[in-house]
């Protein structure tokens, strides 16, 4: 069955950074859209970035351009995530997701495969 793993979450202080990763099994992972998400508690939850099958293609959230990147490695079938200058604001459960259509996007319901989020916290 597909699984989509992440890691590499954690508490960071305000200004550092983090790296998430998303391992994924039992899907055509290279030919895949993917996209994160994050929810804070309370909140719904929102999109953060897409990336195309080829990795060639990005979008983010306005709140997050400049300072995250996405990216994927087709050969090991990783998701990622890199984090930089994290704000209090960024604290949330991060979810990775697999899209079912062949185009990236920025509406969660055209995702039909998650992973069971990681936690990240950013103490100010």
């Known amino acids: 069955q597909v699984q989509l793993v992440e890691s590499g979450g954690g508490l960071v202080q305000a200004g550092g950074s983090l790296r998430l990763s998303c391992a994924a099994s039992?899907?055509?992972?290279?030919?895949?859209?993917m996209g994160w998400f994050r929810q804070a508690p309370g909140k719904e939850r929102d999109f953060v970035a897409t990336i195309n099958w080829s990795g060639s293609q990005t979008s983010y959230v306005h709140s997050v351009k400049g300072r995250f990147t996405i990216s994927r490695d087709n050969a090991k079938n990783i998701l990622y995530l890199q984090m930089n200058s994290l704000k209090p604001e960024d604290t949330a459960v991060y979810y990775c997701?697999?899209?079912?259509?062949?185009?990236?996007?920025?509406?969660?319901?055209?995702?039909?495969?998650w992973g069971q989020g990681t936690q990240v916290t950013v103490s100010s």
């Open positions: 997701a697999a899209a079912r259509t062949s185009r990236e996007s920025e509406d969660l319901y055209q995702y039909n495969y």
């Open positions: 039992g899907l055509a992972f290279s030919v895949k859209p």
